[in-house]
């Protein structure tokens, strides 16, 4: 009798400790959330960087004109009535870093007058 209760007290501690280990909610489950969360909470403080810079943006537009015209002027290429556009176009072949002296540059010049 007495064996019989040691044998089955060991084996009920057998199974709480598998799982404590390896079950549902056990110590392996913890660690996966716990790395989890971590990653969670990284991609979280990137998103929210984000977040702030577009907002900081947003408000610049909304009441800076200084803004708005530096977006029209370098995403839609738009100048000032009576203003002189150059464009510097580097010959085939030649890199943007290098700028040696008496490089073959073209230059165009353009009057842009609003229509």
Known sequence: MRRALIVLLIGVLLYLQFVLWVGKGGVRDVRD???KISQ???EISALKERNLGLAAEVLDLKEGLEA?????????????????????????????????PGQDLQ?????ESPQ
């Open 68 to 100: 708005i015209e530096e977006r029209a002027r370098s995403e839609m290429g738009m100048v000032k009535e009576d203003e002189v556009f150059y464009q510097i176009i580097e010959s085939p072949g030649e890199s943007e870093n290098s700028s040696a």
């Open 33 to 35: 959330l716990r790395v």
């Open 107 to 111: 230059l165009n010049e353009s009057l």
């Open 40 to 42: 969670q909470q990284t």
